[in-house]
């Protein structure tokens, strides 16, 4: 009898029976998967780009619709939305104030009349004629037959043109000025005029304040206090509030470096 006729086979275990069905299966699917054509191996591959792509793009649009909607926008972007167009925007900032304001204003500098509150008036109010372009005058909807001047420093010729901020503190210190007409009468300004002249000034500005004062219509709120300080009971109106303003002094600073006359023209 031959040696090999007396070989039998060993029974395999189960763990050896899957192990070599799962490799026959690994094998099976590398072998469908090389047995692939191609362009469907690449097919699949853009597939899963593209899933890719669209999932980063998702999350970018996301990402800033969240900013777009919490974000604080710029100082520039508030004031080119809300307010009409001025070469001064890009200058104005925004920052919150506390209204002083008291029943006694003695310890204001632009209180009463004299030298004194005469320069702090002129300090706020009087700061020169500038000079825009005419792209300028078209943008600010104003006609082309304005008035045009020369820059002294430069040369070029422009428009010329103002701040209104500062025509209507010229405005509201000419109402000061009436409110002392006996100390102002002789001073030879605006107030040392003939009567009907003064009257028409004088109704000009009202003008000009009310129509700034309802155009800006200031919807902040006011509580009232009783004051002891001044001998009765009566309430009086608190307003010390707070209001988002502003930068005065950066506009003031803007104007006066484009300065090109000071010819007093108000």
């Not at 925007?89 to 506390?98: C, G, H, K, M």
């Not at 209204?99 to 003695?106: Q, S």
Request: charged share 25%.
């Amino acid at each position: 009898m031959v040696a090999g006729d007396d070989y039998q086979p060993v029974p395999l275990l189960d763990d050896e029976k899957q192990s070599e069905t799962g490799s026959w299966k690994t094998r099976s699917s590398l072998d469908a998967f090389y047995q692939t054509p191609p362009a469907r191996r690449i097919s699949q591959h853009w597939v899963w780009i593209a899933h890719i792509g669209l999932l980063s793009v998702s999350t970018a649009l996301f990402t800033l619709s969240f900013c777009l909607r919490y974000a604080r926008p710029s100082s520039l972007a508030v004031t080119t939305q809300f307010s009409t167009y001025s070469p001064a925007a890009p200058i104005v900032q925004y920052d919150t104030q506390r209204y002083n304001l008291t029943p006694n204003m003695d310890w204001s500098p632009y209180v009463g009349k004299g030298p004194e509150v005469d320069e702090a008036w002129e300090q706020i109010s009087r700061v020169g004629d500038m000079m825009i372009s005419l792209d300028e005058v078209h943008r600010l909807g104003l006609s082309p037959d304005s008035l045009k001047i020369t820059d002294p420093k430069t040369g070029k010729v422009g428009y010329r043109a103002a701040i209104e901020v500062f025509h209507q503190l010229h405005c509201l210190n000419l109402l000061r000025q009436f409110t002392w007409r006996e100390h102002y009468a002789n001073e030879g300004g605006d107030i040392d005029a003939p009567p009907e002249d003064v009257r028409g000034h004088v109704d000009h500005c009202l003008e000009t304040l009310r129509m700034n004062l309802m155009c800006q219509a200031d919807i902040g709120v006011f509580t009232f206090k009783v004051y002891p300080e001044l001998g009765d009971d009566d309430p009086w109106p608190d307003f010390s509030t707070l209001h988002t303003c502003r930068n005065f002094e950066d506009i003031r600073t803007w104007a006066r470096k484009r300065a090109v006359t000071w010819d007093d023209n108000a």
